[in-house]
């Protein structure tokens, strides 16, 4: 089972303590050869059947906008290679945001990246696909039916938080690299999510 397997760690965070921190936080053990197998794994079981919309900004990277740069021109290549619906854009990099409960400002004056691609269920459970999923961060919109893939992915950029949550079942940010996820969900549970994973109690 998964939670094995990958010495899964789930638990649902209280929004009390900090209102920046994903619903649900979820660490695993990536493998230092290559981490994407492990990641794909886990977003396969938990989207079920389900297609999904990865989104890529180069504000979740690190500072150094050359390397910005590389691994998100390495993904967007990728995506037209495959011949995947997407919509690309440039926005003014966001001052102050969080992920995975961290607060991150930039003073830099700059311009972010964004691509956003629809992958199909049966592109996604070619196991292939997983090479080419981003390691450095990304953003997973996993959606409650099939989806106009050309309409959502020009959409989502004008949704706000409540409107996303209200339109897919399940957002998870994967930073692939460091082991960890952060879940937000109007419909899913920690049983369900343990249920999903594999999760035994007691050993049983």
Same mark, same amino acid.
């Given at each position: 089972?998964?939670?094995?397997?990958?010495?899964?760690?789930?638990?649902?965070?209280?929004?009390? +303590?900090?209102? /920046?921190?994903?619903?649900?936080?979820?660490?695993?053990?990536? #493998?230092?050869?290559?981490p994407r197998?492990?990641?794909?794994?886990?977003l396969t079981? =938990? %989207?079920?059947?389900?297609?999904?919309?990865?989104?890529?900004?180069?504000?979740?990277?690190?500072?150094?906008?050359? +390397?910005?740069?590389?691994?998100?021109?390495?993904?967007? @290549?990728?995506?037209?290679?495959?011949? =995947?619906?997407?919509?690309?854009?440039?926005?003014?990099?966001?001052?102050?945001?969080?992920?995975? $409960?961290?607060?991150?400002?930039?003073?830099? #004056?700059?311009?972010?990246?964004?691509?956003?691609?629809? +992958?199909?269920?049966?592109?996604?459970? !070619? &196991? %292939?696909?997983?090479?080419?999923?981003?390691?450095?961060?990304?953003?997973?919109?996993?959606? /409650?039916?099939?989806?106009?893939?050309? @309409?959502? +992915? /020009?959409?989502?950029?004008?949704?706000? $938080?409540? &409107?996303?949550?209200?339109?897919? #079942?399940?957002?998870?940010?994967?930073?692939?690299?460091?082991?960890?996820?952060?879940?937000?969900? !109007?419909?899913?549970?920690?049983?369900?999510? !343990?249920?999903?994973? $594999?999760? #035994?109690k007691d050993?049983?």
């Open positions: 089972m998964l939670f094995e397997k990958y010495k899964i760690k789930l638990k649902e965070n209280s929004s009390s +303590v900090d209102h /920046n921190l994903p619903r649900f936080s979820l660490s695993y053990r990536a #493998k230092k050869s290559d197998h492990v990641s794909y794994n886990i079981a =938990l %989207s079920e059947n389900s297609d999904i919309i990865i989104e890529l900004n180069t504000d979740f990277f690190d500072s150094n906008p050359n +390397v910005n740069g590389q691994y998100f021109q390495q993904f967007a @290549d990728e995506v037209l290679s495959l011949g =995947l619906t997407y919509s690309r854009k440039e926005f003014p990099s966001a001052r102050c945001y969080s992920i995975l $409960g961290f607060r991150i400002e930039s003073k830099n #004056k700059k311009n972010a990246q964004k691509i956003a691609v629809y +992958v199909p269920r049966d592109i996604w459970t !070619n &196991e %292939s696909f997983r090479n080419h999923l981003p390691i450095c961060g990304a953003r997973y919109y996993i959606t /409650n039916r099939p989806m106009d893939a050309e @309409d959502i +992915v /020009n959409k989502i950029w004008t949704m706000d $938080g409540k &409107e996303i949550k209200n339109t897919f #079942k399940l957002i998870i940010f994967d930073y692939t690299f460091y082991g960890q996820m952060g879940i937000e969900t !109007n419909l899913y549970n920690i049983d369900d999510f !343990n249920k999903l994973l $594999g999760y #035994k050993g049983q």
